[in-house]
């Protein structure tokens, strides 16, 4: 959730994902 969130989340117009909740 943490680590790999951080890579998902690098892009701040991405939508929030599934790992996100």
Same mark, same amino acid.
């Given at each position: 959730?943490? $680590?790999e /969130? /951080?890579? $998902?989340? =690098? %892009? %701040? %117009?991405?939508?929030? =994902?599934? &790992? &996100?909740?």
């Amino acid at each position: 959730m943490g $680590i790999e /969130n /951080n890579s $998902i989340t =690098t %892009s %701040s %117009s991405q939508p929030k =994902t599934a &790992d &996100d909740l």
